[in-house]
Every structure is written in structure tokens, then in C-alpha cells.
């Protein structure tokens, strides 16, 4: 693994910034336009509910420890996220196809999103819509590595996309 950080690390060095700077921007752009239809069709199913077990959760971490909080969903967490979910479990499944490993990643990414933030939440339409932002962004963060073949655009993306969401959490509390 730490061979195949090193090599994609230089690859992505390699190319010029401008173009780098492209492609995250591009896959931020389409994880929002994602989110904004997910939580289109979330206002439109689950209009009775104001904010979402996951959001509270996470907006607590950010009002107990926002350095803390900052760091682990900007950096830690995508750098971490992005070896597991595209540098192991992608290749693994890619034996099967590269469509078999989109769609897989995108599942368990989305699961485990959910499995470890969506405790208590009883709403199962609620749940189900949460799902599919994270199961969505997991497809797109497939489809990503899948044609560039390097990690470091999905943890630039992943990374860029997380101090978004930071950033707006932090103007609202």
C-alpha cells in the first residue's frame, strides 16, 4: 500500500496543477449537484423532519471540537476513507469488474456512513434518503478513481467537499 501512495502521489505531482485543480472542482461540483437532488427529493418525502440524526450528530462534533472536527473531516477522514473504500476494497472488488467495483464501494460506502453516524434515527424514509447522498457520492468518488486510477484526486475531492460541508457548518453555529 504504501508503494501505491507513493507511486500515485508522484503521478499526481506530475500533472499540472490547472488540470488537478479541474478535476476536483468538477467532482465537487457533481457531489452538490447529487446532494441537492438527494435532499430535493429528502424535503419533498420527509418534509416533517427539520434536521437529520447524521446532521446532529455531526454538528455536535463541531460545537465540542471544531479544530478536532475540522481536522478528522478535512483531512483524517477522507485521507482514510479514500484508502479503504478505492485503494483496498476497489481493487479487491475490481476482479469482478471495474462496474461491480463502482457499485460496491458506493454500497458500503454509503452503509458505513450510515451505520455509524444514523444510530436512533426511526424515520426509515429518512434514512433511506441519507443513504442514498452517501451511496451516491460513493459512486461518483468510483467513478472518479475508476478513470484516473489515482487516489489522491478522490482524497482532493473527498477533502474539498468535507471543508465545504465544515464551513458551513461553522457559519451556523
Known sequence: MKQYLITSFKKFKADRISVNIKRVLAGVGIAFLLSYIVRIIEMTMCSNISVSANQSNVNGYFVDYP???VIMSVIMGPFTEEIIYRGILFRFFSKYGELCAVLSTGFLFGTMH????SFGNTNILLFLCQWLDYF????????????YKNIWINVSIHGTWNLIVAVIILTQI
Open 67 to 69: 479544530i478536532l472536527a
Open 136 to 147: 451516491l457520492s460513493g459512486i461518483l468518488l468510483g467513478f472518479i478513481y475508476k478513470k
Open 114 to 117: 450510515m451505520l455509524f453516524f
